[in-house]
């Protein structure tokens, strides 16, 4: 369809937001780039290889408590009127024999469990013990915590500084990872200016906005300058960061005069979908150009914003091996009506009010997708699903925070 088509049909037939979704992830491949990097530099990054434990944690039987290592025979019979008297050493651990330990530290051998220091009294030399003990008794086997070949983590886990605490305790020092997937962000817009906007003229923040959502995602951005509604300029942009994962836009996805990204995908690759039935952002459009993902975001902030997590989000995810986990939601009342047109996915910017008895929701608005303080100033944003027409006062909902997730 040429650019007047397009202007004058509109967007009389929108696509629904699961199909056009499914549509960008068949035609995005993940990248096979694997680094070595050192267990510091791992955090939030996806293993490219499984990870096994290469030794035991512990590597020897450590003490539980602070105490005496002794032969659990040797308490036998041990009790407050009748204490079992052993001589104290330093060394291995013989019969009618104890040796000091602290928490953590090696058992002696000979030692097969540890008396706590509050159930002994030290007499010089000696040491007067009150409790009988059991074989293995406040002792921390070889291995407890990890048997060596242990497997610990599957190619493809997205490690967490727990993840790291581990490998580093079994003596992994280094990990193959997945490079993070690389985004071009493109901002687009004959208005846009850096700052000291004139009549008519906007500071540029989707790009910036965008770029930072990517890092937050695993990613690794790429920031271009601002440009304008020129389709040579566009094309140009466009095919010098192909050898990025991903390409995104920002600004000039609708069919106005000058919205020409689209047209410029069609030329040199393929508009896969342009209109999504979602609210706000449904002039948003996903296309490929020589394998390369490019997701065309609308210009309007909010919508900019919305669409960014429902399809650069996952195609990201995808590109980079990386897991895609739901967003985190939290359950709250609504305080009023919140209207939604069937057969579009409507999301409802709300505020959070956790301080009642139950958390409530107050919508903060459900159209104006120009405002970015909508965004900025709520908690999240209620989900209403196609088949319905909205939620009613007092109704229970999920509340998908978008500040949290990663």
Same mark, same amino acid.
């Given at each position: ?18 199909? *056009?979704?499914? #549509? ?23 293993? *490219?290889?499984? #990870?096994?434990?290469? /030794? %035991? ?6 003490? #539980?408590? %602070? ?31 104890? *040796?000091? &330990? ?12 540890? &008396? ?25 086997? @070889? ?11 599957? /190619? ?57 959502? +990517? ?9 271009? %300058? ?10 140009? *942009? ?10 995104? !836009? ?20 393929? +508009?896969?979908?342009?209109? &999504? /039935? ?6 948003? #459009? ?28 996952? +195609? ?12 985190? !939601? ?18 409802? @910017? ?25 965004? /900025?100033?709520?908690?999240? =944003? ?9 939620? %009613? ?8 925070? =978008?500040?949290?997730?990663?």
């Amino acid at each position: 369809m040429n650019h007047d088509d397009r202007r004058t049909a509109g967007f009389k037939q929108r696509t629904r937001l699961s199909d *056009a979704r499914e #549509a960008l992830l068949a035609a995005a491949t993940p990248h096979d780039r694997i680094v070595r990097r050192p267990l510091a530099e791992a955090d939030g990054r996806a293993l *490219a290889e499984d #990870a096994v434990a290469p /030794a %035991d944690v512990p590597g020897y039987d450590r003490a #539980a408590m %602070d105490g005496y290592a002794v032969r659990a025979s040797d308490t036998f019979g041990a009790s407050g009127r009748s204490p079992n008297v052993l001589r104290i050493v330093d060394g291995p651990v013989e019969p009618g024999t104890a *040796a000091r &330990v602290h928490t953590g530290s090696d058992v002696p051998e000979g030692a097969d469990a540890v &008396v706590m220091v509050e159930h002994t009294e030290r007499l010089g030399d000696e040491l007067e013990v009150f409790d009988a003990l059991a074989e293995g008794e406040n002792v921390g086997e @070889r291995g407890e915590d990890v048997r060596e070949g242990t497997p610990l983590f599957e /190619a493809g886990h997205e490690l967490r500084p727990s993840d790291i605490g581990l490998l580093r305790s079994v003596g992994v020092e280094e990990v193959t990872l997945f490079e993070r997937p690389r985004v071009s962000v493109v901002p687009t817009g004959e208005e846009l200016v850096e700052s000291d906007p004139g009549p008519g003229e906007v500071i540029e923040t989707n790009g910036l906005t965008v770029s930072r959502l +990517v890092e937050r995602w695993g990613g690794e951005a790429s920031y271009r %300058d601002i440009v304008v509604d020129d389709a040579d300029l566009l094309r140009e *942009a466009v095919e010098s960061d192909l050898d990025h994962d991903v390409v995104v !836009t920002t600004g000039g996805s609708s069919v106005g005069e000058r919205d020409l990204i689209p047209e410029v995908i069609d030329d040199i690759g393929e +508009v896969l979908v342009h209109g &999504v /039935a979602l609210k706000p952002g449904h002039p948003v #459009a996903v296309g490929v150009v020589e394998g390369t993902p490019v997701v065309m975001l609308p210009g309007y902030p909010v919508a900019c914003v919305v669409n960014a997590f429902q399809f650069l989000r996952p +195609v990201l995810k995808h590109v980079g091996s990386l897991p895609e986990r739901p967003l985190p !939601t939290q359950e709250a009342t609504l305080t009023r009506k919140l209207p939604s047109s069937p057969g579009t996915r409507t999301f409802a @910017r709300v505020k959070l009010d956790p301080s009642g008895d139950e958390s409530t929701a107050e919508p903060t608005r459900t159209s104006g997708s120009g405002i970015l303080s909508s965004v /900025a100033l709520a908690d999240g =944003w209620v989900v209403v699903p196609e088949e319905i027409e909205g939620y %009613d006062e007092g109704d229970t909902v999920a509340v998908e925070g =978008w500040e949290w997730s990663a």
